[in-house]
């Protein structure tokens, strides 16, 4: 069941939200025809939401950050990021993007590849060294600018991608899969850091996965979608307090909203292919 309150209707963009998608549709053009990757996608993304999209393996969801990102073009709807278009927001540097790997170069040490996006924006020497100094803490990772990265341990690589991410101070963080190669003890450390980075930072998350209990742990909103073609098929607003002992998964609140999220999975997923 979606919430009818959740769900914006088709119109007209709601340009305060921090991404608005109305009828939002992408089609791919493939050598063996039409791709559907996304169709009739309405949501908006407020301020400060932390949201998750969930969903089985191709149902959009990393082209559906991918088009907020202006990294693909809809071929249907409208969309809106920071109020503006996804180029301008990507012009303006409104958000940082986290890859499924931490996608570092290798040949660089964790600050300059922190570095890399501040150089590329021109900032100043000193600005940047504050920069760096400022994520790396927040991170938690004070005191590894000089490592490479293959000193580090993958769970400490994706925190300096976060970094990275973060260090031009875009309001908005997509978040692909970011902790989904990692093993689950280190995951739930990562999960409960995301947390505490946004309680501080007051940041809007856009968060894709494909755990249950990572979704309910950290969002504000889940977004459940389903395949072919590419949908949202149910908005869950959390009844979750802000702050989350890790523990709070042991809650009949918490359980309650994983099996909801786990029956609008079941509702979407085709088991004959
Ligand atoms: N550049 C592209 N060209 C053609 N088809 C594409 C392209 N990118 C994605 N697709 C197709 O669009 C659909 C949605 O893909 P997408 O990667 O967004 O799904 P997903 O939900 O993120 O999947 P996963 O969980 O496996 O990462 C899939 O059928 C995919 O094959």
């Known amino acids: 069941m979606i919430q009818d309150a959740l769900v914006p209707k088709a119109g007209s963009p709601n340009t305060r939200s921090v991404v ?24 908006d993304v407020r301020k400060g939401d932390f949201v998750s999209f ?13 088009v907020i990102a202006d990294l693909e073009k809809p071929t249907a709807g409208t969309i809106t990021v920071n109020g503006t278009t996804p180029e301008d927001a990507r012009k303006n540097r409104s958000y940082g ?17 922190i570095a890399l996006p501040l150089e590329i924006m021109g900032y100043s020497e000193a600005d940047k060294r504050a920069r760096i100094e400022r994520t790396l803490a927040l991170v938690n990772l004070s005191g590894f600018g000089k490592k490479f990265p293959w000193q580090l341990s993958g769970g400490m690589q994706q925190r300096a991608s976060i970094a990275r991410a973060l260090a031009f101070d875009a309001d908005l ?53 389903s395949p072919r073609p590419g949908r949202i098929t149910d908005v869950i607003e959390s009844t979750l307090p802000r702050e989350r002992p890790l523990d709070i998964r042991e809650t009949p ?17 085709s088991y004959d292919e």
Not at 54 to 66: A, N
Not at 208 to 224: D, K, Q
Not at 253 to 269: P, T
Request: glycine residues 8%; aromatic residues 8%.
């Open 20 to 43: 608005s998608a109305r009828d939002l549709g992408l089609t791919f053009k493939t050598d063996d025809g039409p791709v559907t990757a996304l169709t009739g996608v309405n949501l």
């Open 54 to 66: 969930i969903g089985p393996s191709g149902c959009g969801k990393t082209t559906f950050l991918r």
């Open 97 to 113: 993007y986290v890859f499924q790997a931490a996608a570092l170069y290798p040949w660089r040490t964790i600050e300059q590849n």
């Open 173 to 225: 963080l997509l978040m692909d899969e970011p902790f989904g190669a990692l093993d689950e003890i280190v995951r739930d450390h990562l999960n409960e850091q995301l947390l505490e980075l946004w309680a501080r930072t007051e940041k809007t998350i856009c968060f894709v996965t494909h755990s249950i209990p990572e979704a309910v742990y950290l969002s504000t909103r889940i977004v459940v979608m």
């Open 253 to 269: 609140e918490f359980l309650e909203i994983a099996s909801r999220v786990r029956d609008g999975l079941r509702a979407g997923h």
